[in-house]
C-alpha cells in the first residue's frame, strides 16, 4: 500500500493503526467472550444466543453511517467507532450480569460495525479502480495479522491477568489509541466535500449480490463449526487450532486475491469463488473425512478474500463519489439481515432434514450467486469518479 499512498503517509498510517486495533481489539473480545461470559457470569445457551443476536443489530443499523457523514468526515467516524468499540470491550470485564454483557456487547459491536462501511468508503472514494482491489486485499491481510496478534496476546497474557483485567487493558489501550488518532478526523483529503443518502435501482446487483454473499457466509461461520463439534466430536482446542492457521494463512493469501481480482476481473473472481464454494458446501453436506474438512473449512475462509470484487464492482459502477458511502453502508445492512435469517432457516432445515440440509441450502444460494454474477458489466473506469452528478 506505500506506492498507493505514496503522496499521503499520514492517510496511510492513519488506515494501518485504525485498521489494526479494530481487528486487534475484536479477536480478543472474540476469543475471551464464551468462556468468560460462562465462567464468570453463567450464560446458559439461550442467553448467549441472545447475546449473539444482540451484537447484530448494529449491523442492521449500518445505514445510519449514512447520515453520520454528512455531519463528520468518514476519517473521524472511523477514529470514534474505534474509540466506542475499545469503551464495550473494557466494560465487557466490569459486566456481572447478562444484562450488563449486553450492553457492553451492543456498544462494542456498535463502534466495530460503525467503523467497517467507513472504512471501506474511504477506498472506495480515495483509490484509482486499478487500485482497489489490491489495496483491499492488503487490508484484508492486515486484519488477519491483527486478529493473529490478538489470539496471540489472549495466549500469552488471559491465564495471568485474568478476564477482567485483560478486557479492560485491551479495551483502554484500543480507546486511547483511537484518541489519538481523532485530531486526523478532521481532514477532507481526497474525499468529496458533500454527500448524498442516494440508493439506485442501476444498484440492483450489487445489492442481491450482498445477500446472498451474507447468506453464503452465515450458512458457513453457523453451521460449518457447529457440524465439526456436534457430528464428529472435535474439541476446542481444535477448532481454536483452525482459526489460528486460517488467520495465519490469510496474512499471505488476502493480498495474492486482491491482486488476482485486479488481473482477472469482478466478474471472473466472482465467478471462480461462487462455483468453489458449491464444492466446498457439497463437501461439508456428504464428507465424513475430517482432514478433507478442516481442508474446506480453510479454503473457505480464503474464499471470503474475493469479496472485495463486489466492492471494487461498486466503485466502478457508482455514479459519484458522494453516494458511495450511503450505498456501502445500506450493504452492510443488507448482508444483517441475511445474518438473522439465514441461521433461523437453516437450523430449522437441519433439524426436519438433518445435518446435510443447510449445505444444500448453500448450494443453491452460491450457484444463484454464480449466475447473478454473469450480469457484471462494468464500463471503463475513469481516473476519478466526479464529486457529484450522473
Known amino acids: 500500500?506505500?506506492?498507493?499512498?505514496?503522496?499521503?503517509?499520514?492517510?496511510?498510517?492513519?488506515?494501518?493503526?485504525?485498521?489494526?486495533?479494530?481487528?486487534?481489539?475484536?479477536?480478543?473480545?472474540?476469543?475471551?467472550?464464551?468462556?468468560?461470559?460462562?465462567?464468570?457470569?453463567?450464560?446458559?445457551?439461550?442467553?448467549?444466543?441472545?447475546?449473539?443476536?444482540?451484537?447484530?443489530?448494529?449491523?442492521?443499523?449500518?445505514?445510519?453511517?449514512?447520515?453520520?457523514?454528512?455531519?463528520?468526515?468518514?476519517?473521524?467516524?472511523?477514529?470514534?467507532?474505534?474509540?466506542?468499540?475499545?469503551?464495550?470491550?473494557?466494560l465487557t470485564g466490569y459486566a456481572n450480569s447478562v444484562g450488563a454483557l449486553l450492553a457492553s456487547t451492543?456498544?462494542?459491536?456498535?463502534?466495530?460495525?460503525?467503523?467497517m462501511p467507513s472504512n471501506n468508503s474511504v477506498v472506495l472514494m480515495m483509490m484509482k479502480a486499478e487500485d482497489t482491489p489490491k489495496t483491499l486485499g492488503n487490508l484484508g491481510s492486515l486484519a488477519s495479522l491483527a486478529s493473529v496478534a490478538g489470539t496471540g496476546a489472549v495466549l500469552l497474557f488471559a491465564a495471568s491477568m485474568g478476564y477482567t483485567a485483560m478486557f479492560v487493558s485491551?479495551?483502554?489501550?484500543?480507546?486511547?489509541?483511537?484518541?489519538?488518532?481523532?485530531?486526523?478526523?478532521?481532514?477532507?483529503?481526497?474525499?468529496?466535500?458533500?454527500?448524498?443518502?442516494?440508493?439506485?435501482?442501476?444498484?440492483?446487483?450489487?445489492?442481491?449480490?450482498?445477500?446472498l454473499l451474507g447468506s453464503r457466509r452465515h450458512i458457513f461461520t453457523t453451521f460449518a463449526v457447529y457440524l465439526l463439534v456436534r457430528e464428529f466430536g472435535v474439541s476446542v482446542q481444535t477448532i481454536a487450532m483452525l482459526f489460528l492457521v486460517n488467520g495465519i494463512i490469510n496474512v499471505v493469501t488476502l493480498r495474492w486475491t486482491g491482486q488476482l481480482v485486479g488481473k482477472i476481473g469482478e466478474r471472473a473472481a466472482m465467478s471462480i469463488a461462487f462455483a468453489s464454494l458449491a464444492v466446498i458446501f457439497l463437501g461439508y453436506a456428504y464428507a465424513t473425512f475430517l482432514p478433507l474438512l478442516f481442508t474446506l473449512f480453510i479454503l473457505d475462509n480464503i474464499f471470503f478474500g474475493f469479496n472485495v470484487s463486489l466492492s471494487s464492482y461498486f466503485q466502478k459502477i457508482a455514479f459519484s463519489k458522494d453516494e458511495i458511502t450511503a450505498n456501502v453502508s445500506t450493504q452492510?445492512?443488507?448482508?444483517?439481515?441475511?445474518?438473522?435469517?439465514?441461521?433461523?432457516?437453516?437450523?430449522?432445515?437441519?433439524?426436519?432434514?438433518?445435518?446435510?440440509?443447510?449445505?444444500?441450502?448453500?448450494?443453491?444460494?452460491?450457484?444463484?450467486?454464480?449466475?447473478?454474477?454473469?450480469?457484471?458489466?462494468?464500463k471503463p473506469a475513469p481516473e476519478a469518479l466526479p464529486a457529484g452528478g450522473n
Not at 451492543?106 to 467503523?115: A, D, R
Not at 488518532?181 to 481526497?190: D, E, H
Not at 432445515?349 to 448450494?363: D, K, R, T
Open 170 to 211: 485491551v479495551g483502554v489501550l484500543v480507546v486511547l489509541a483511537g484518541a489519538a488518532l481523532l485530531p486526523f478526523g478532521n481532514r477532507q483529503t481526497g474525499l468529496p466535500k458533500g454527500r448524498k443518502v442516494q440508493l439506485r435501482k442501476e444498484y440492483w446487483l450489487y445489492y442481491a449480490l450482498s445477500f
Open 1 to 90: 500500500m506505500t506506492s498507493i499512498f505514496r503522496d499521503n503517509r499520514r492517510l496511510l498510517v492513519f488506515i494501518i493503526l485504525s485498521n489494526f486495533l479494530l481487528n486487534f481489539g475484536f479477536q480478543v473480545w472474540q476469543t475471551l467472550f464464551n468462556n468468560y461470559a460462562v465462567e464468570s457470569i453463567g450464560a446458559g445457551p439461550a442467553q448467549i444466543g441472545l447475546i449473539q443476536a444482540v451484537r447484530e443489530i448494529p449491523g442492521l443499523l449500518g445505514f445510519i453511517v449514512a447520515f453520520l457523514v454528512l455531519i463528520m468526515t468518514e476519517f473521524r467516524l472511523m477514529a470514534l467507532s474505534v474509540i466506542v468499540m475499545g469503551v464495550g470491550i473494557a
Open 332 to 378: 452492510q445492512a443488507i448482508e444483517h439481515i441475511a445474518a438473522i435469517t439465514v441461521p433461523l432457516i437453516g437450523g430449522t432445515v437441519w433439524a426436519v432434514y438433518g445435518s446435510e440440509a443447510p449445505f444444500l441450502f448453500g448450494v443453491v444460494i452460491v450457484l444463484l450467486g454464480l449466475a447473478l454474477a454473469q450480469f457484471m458489466r462494468v
Open 106 to 115: 451492543f456498544i462494542m459491536s456498535l463502534g466495530f460495525h460503525f467503523f
